[in-house]
């Protein structure tokens, strides 16, 4: 797919990944980009629309947790915009003592967000279908015993978005999704970590395997997922590491389970 011309939504693109797949998408030549987010950054997005004068940014204060609220949002992208192309789903959370914000945010905010595209860009609807590129991380794919809850929502994008890419819903809808994973990555996402920790007699060690572990920058991410958006791989899952994405065999365990499922 080319990204040139196309229209795209980004989730959690007021900060972090999320503000660097925004961008790089309009430097790609997206046509109209719109960003959905809780928070404002009102310096960032003066920059992005200085920069891209004859694109369109689309800017949504919006609580990708709140279903209603998502729906509505879609919906008035797709009477301003015409059509969504891509949506990447980044808006996500740290904070493995508040578990129900945690499930709401992280996997029911994915989940809002990737049925809302259903509706708007598939086929079936009169839109042009396109890709969804959902936000996992390698936690969700290797559990890390610091941050179970996180990881949790984690693992469940993955089953999620792996369900959306069956190419049984691709042949009505047109729309491909993929997931991605990337390591860790250099954000605001992880500050005051031991006071968001469940078990904080682990922190001594969390502190040693944080200092541990290479950090690549949101830039390298955003400019991994926008290969992955390039790739169009229906039910894909990439680890994003070191600058490049990794795509995963995710083998079947389920000897049991008819072809036809
Ligand atoms: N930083 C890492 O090491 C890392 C690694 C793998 C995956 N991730 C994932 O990448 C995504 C982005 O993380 P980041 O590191 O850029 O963090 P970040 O905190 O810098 O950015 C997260 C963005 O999501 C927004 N957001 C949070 N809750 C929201 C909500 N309820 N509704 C709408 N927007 C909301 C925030 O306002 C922020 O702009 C997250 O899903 C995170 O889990 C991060």
Known sequence: MTLRGKNAVVTGGAGGIGLQVARQLLVAGAARVAIIDIQDNLEEFVKLRAAHPTQSVMIIKMDVANKKGVEATYEEIKKTFGSIDIVV?????????????????NLGGIMNSSLSALQYMSKENGGNGGIVVNMSSVVGLD????????????????NFTRCLGNDKFYQRSGIRFATVCPGATMTDMFTNFTEKI????????????????????????????????????????????????????????????????
Do not use: H
């Open 89 to 105: 789903n980044v808006a996500g959370i740290f904070n493995d003592k508040d578990v129900q914000r945690t499930l709401l945010v």
């Open 143 to 158: 559990p890390m015993f610091i941050i179970p809850v996180y990881g949790a929502t984690k693992a469940g994008i993955i």
């Open 198 to 261: 469940i078990f904080p007699e682990t922190s001594d060690e969390t502190y040693k395997i944080l200092d541990r572990l290479s950090k690549q920058s949101a830039t390298d991410v955003a400019r991994c997922i926008l290969s992955v958006l390039e790739k169009e791989k229906n039910g894909a899952v990439y680890v994003i590491e070191g600058k490049r994405i990794i795509p995963i065999d995710m083998k079947p365990y389920w000897t049991g389970k008819e072809q036809a499922l």
